[in-house]
């Protein structure tokens, strides 16, 4: 490894970095006394154009990935999932940056857009990270900037109180976190994921066993924090009440996309360290024939490793849906809604296939879930700015006040609930396909059962939301007025729900090009 390999591998992050410092340059170099639309604009223009940049060199990146100095091991990877989902964190921040027009919770526009920047590149480098120091450099990088980005409204005390105590427990699983990796390297010599997979074959595998189990907990107390899985979620709704609007579409989506990418990465090292890809492991399989109990650690890691999976996507699914019905904050509802879709594909996570099905089928899910959340949130900001709250009774009369958002509404709500021919349906079809074709049995067919069941209950939720926009009376009759562009992007948003429910192949499709080669 050199410097020419690593910036070849981090096109895309280096084209954020240098958008993010043009940004601040632009914006705190010559616009300092323009007016605020001016700045907004611009800043987003050249935060669309640095995210464009990095779209345009994700097939330039040099193939293989990057690799530890005079070894074969990965460090990052490039193509198949990490591709899809470096191509959807992307796509995603530039719907999010759009939000910002029309926004006034803050004069700092140049440096809340290079933030957000900087963030997306902390997601693209734990989506390729294969190494436990670039996972925790690239979630730093994303939390940090997630932090900053909830606490940018400063008029705002929800704002700050969301800030810190979405800090508080950042920084706690952090801790989690690191703690679980510092015993990975301990048990395993290692702080790649691979060689980390192939120490649990080891002779002395069996001696490290209950330690293992202690660092799985701690990992997934860590990473169960970021994707706020229960019972690690306490942050998620007041974080989506109190910070603004755009930021906390960009960490319903953008960091959603990046954490799930991460788990799939893990994911798909365990399942795909003996299958060639990395030269001189394979004659480490031979043990197994002479030596059957270190194998067998191995399958009880993954069997714990499944089961604190399955605890996890149970406990969210159930409790995010049934405490979304209580909530009279639509931001809220959001929030807990959020919670039980991550339950939905962490179910996918525990249930991983060696084939591609089930990454396919999980970044299908969280792209299209990030693309309706946007919208969502979007348009739950156009509420809020005209009647200054996001309550239910906020939106009552909203079809009469505005159509459009009200139409708009409609798909993505119903879409989130999961009604064809809307791209939710899809999404939910696609993964709990995956989740039977591993196990199309017993635990497997009850688990998909309580997950279809839990949408039927997210359906009245959503249905509450829609009841007062489309059917009950307006309590006042003022029109709800939408910024043209934000207005524009959101009938775009609700335009492609409809479209990839409706043509569902597409999005298929191309993802399945990233794995062709592989």
């Given at each position: 490894?050199?410097?020419?390999?690593?910036?070849?591998?981090?096109?895309?992050?280096?084209?954020?970095?240098?958008?993010?410092?043009?940004?601040?340059?632009?914006?705190?170099?010559?616009?300092?006394?323009?007016?605020?639309?001016?700045?907004?604009?611009?800043?987003?223009?050249?935060?669309?154009?640095?995210?464009?940049?990095?779209?345009?060199?994700?097939?330039?990146?040099?193939?293989?990935?990057?690799?530890?100095?005079?070894?074969?091991?990965?460090?990052?990877?490039?193509?198949?999932?990490?591709?899809?989902?470096?191509?959807?964190?992307?796509?995603?921040?530039?719907?999010?940056?759009?939000?910002?027009?029309?926004?006034?919770?803050?004069?700092?526009?140049?440096?809340?857009?290079?933030?957000?920047?900087?963030?997306?590149?902390?997601?693209?480098?734990?989506?390729?990270?294969?190494?436990?120091?670039?996972?925790?450099?690239?979630?730093?990088?994303?939390?940090?900037?997630?932090?900053?980005?909830?606490?940018?409204?400063?008029?705002?005390?929800?704002?700050?109180?969301?800030?810190?105590?979405?800090?508080?427990?950042?920084?706690?699983?952090?801790?989690?976190?690191?703690?679980?990796?510092?015993?990975?390297?301990?048990?395993?010599?290692?702080?790649?994921?691979?060689?980390?997979?192939?120490?649990?074959?080891?002779?002395?595998?069996?001696?490290?066993?209950?330690?293992?189990?202690?660092?799985?907990?701690?990992?997934?107390?860590?990473?169960?924090?970021?994707?706020?899985?229960?019972?690690?979620?306490?942050?998620a709704p007041d974080t989506y009440e109190g910070a603004p609007a755009p930021a906390a579409a960009f960490i319903a989506s953008v960091s959603k996309v990046a954490s799930f990418a991460l788990l799939i990465g893990i994911s798909t090292a365990a399942w795909h360290v003996f299958d060639g890809l990395h030269g001189g492991h394979v004659s480490i399989t031979v043990r197994?024939?002479?030596?059957?109990?270190?194998?067998?650690?191995?399958?009880?890691?993954?069997?714990?490793?499944?089961?604190?999976?399955?605890?996890?996507?149970?406990?969210?699914?159930?409790?995010?849906?049934?405490?979304?019905?209580?909530?009279?904050?639509?931001?809220?509802?959001?929030?807990?809604?959020?919670?039980?879709?991550?339950?939905?594909?962490?179910?996918?996570?525990?249930?991983?296939?060696?084939?591609?099905?089930?990454?396919?089928?999980?970044?299908?899910?969280?792209?299209?879930?990030?693309?309706?959340?946007?919208?969502?949130?979007?348009?739950?900001?156009?509420?809020?700015?005209?009647?200054?709250?996001?309550?239910?009774?906020?939106?009552?009369?909203?079809?009469?006040?505005?159509?459009?958002?009200?139409?708009?509404?409609?798909?993505?709500?119903?879409?989130?609930?999961?009604?064809?021919?809307?791209?939710?349906?899809?999404?939910?079809?696609?993964?709990?396909?995956?989740?039977?074709?591993?196990?199309?049995?017993?635990?497997?067919?009850?688990?998909?059962?309580?997950?279809?069941?839990?949408?039927?209950?997210?359906?009245?939720?959503?249905?509450?939301?829609?009841?007062?926009?489309?059917?009950?009376?307006?309590?006042?009759?003022?029109?709800?007025?939408?910024?043209?562009?934000?207005?524009?992007?959101?009938?775009?948003?609700?335009?492609?729900?409809?479209?990839?429910?409706?043509?569902?192949?597409?999005?298929?499709?191309?993802?399945?090009?990233?794995?062709?080669?592989?």
């Open positions: 490894m050199n410097y020419a390999d690593l910036f070849r591998v981090t096109l895309p992050e280096t084209a954020l970095e240098i958008a993010a410092l043009l940004v601040l340059v632009l914006d705190l170099g010559f616009l300092r006394k323009a007016a605020l639309q001016t700045r907004v604009m611009s800043a987003v223009l050249f935060g669309v154009i640095g995210c464009g940049a990095a779209l345009v060199a994700l097939p330039f990146q040099a193939d293989g990935g990057l690799t530890y100095p005079g070894s074969v091991d990965l460090m990052l990877s490039v193509g198949g999932y990490t591709a899809v989902a470096q191509a959807g964190i992307l796509a995603l921040t530039v719907l999010t940056l759009f939000l910002l027009v029309g926004s006034d919770f803050t004069q700092h526009v140049g440096e809340y857009v290079a933030v957000v920047l900087m963030a997306a590149t902390g997601g693209l480098l734990i989506s390729a990270a294969q190494d436990l120091l670039v996972i925790f450099v690239g979630l730093e990088l994303l939390s940090l900037g997630l932090y900053i980005l909830t606490a940018f409204a400063k008029r705002s005390g929800k704002s700050a109180e969301a800030a810190m105590k979405y800090y508080l427990f950042g920084g706690m699983s952090a801790a989690f976190l690191l703690f679980g990796f510092s015993y990975l390297y301990g048990l395993t010599g290692s702080t790649n994921l691979h060689r980390i997979i192939l120490g649990l074959y080891g002779p002395h595998a069996l001696q490290v066993a209950p330690l293992l189990y202690v660092a799985m907990v701690m990992i997934a107390a860590g990473l169960g924090f970021k994707v706020a899985a229960v019972p690690f979620h306490l942050w197994f024939h002479t030596q059957p109990q270190p194998q067998s650690v191995y399958r009880d890691f993954q069997t714990a490793w499944s089961q604190i999976l399955i605890v996890l996507a149970v406990a969210s699914m159930v409790l995010g849906n049934f405490a979304a019905l209580a909530q009279t904050s639509v931001r809220r509802l959001l929030a807990y809604s959020a919670i039980a879709h991550a339950g939905y594909i962490l179910l996918g996570l525990a249930f991983f296939s060696y084939s591609s099905q089930s990454a396919q089928a999980i970044l299908y899910y969280i792209l299209t879930y990030g693309l309706t959340t946007i919208g969502a949130f979007g348009a739950v900001a156009v509420v809020e700015r005209a009647g200054g709250s996001d309550r239910m009774d906020a939106f009552l009369g909203l079809a009469k006040r505005n159509g459009l958002l009200a139409a708009v509404m409609m798909v993505l709500f119903l879409s989130l609930a999961g009604i064809p021919p809307l791209v939710g349906f899809w999404a939910k079809f696609n993964l709990f396909a995956a989740v039977l074709k591993v196990y199309p049995s017993g635990v497997g067919i009850g688990l998909v059962a309580l997950a279809v069941a839990m949408s039927a209950v997210s359906l009245y939720y959503y249905l509450q939301v829609l009841k007062r926009v489309l059917v009950m009376p307006a309590v006042i009759d003022a029109p709800v007025k939408a910024n043209p562009i934000t207005m524009s992007v959101l009938l775009l948003i609700a335009l492609m729900v409809v479209v990839l429910g409706c043509l569902p192949g597409l999005l298929q499709t191309w993802m399945g090009s990233f794995y062709a080669g592989m």
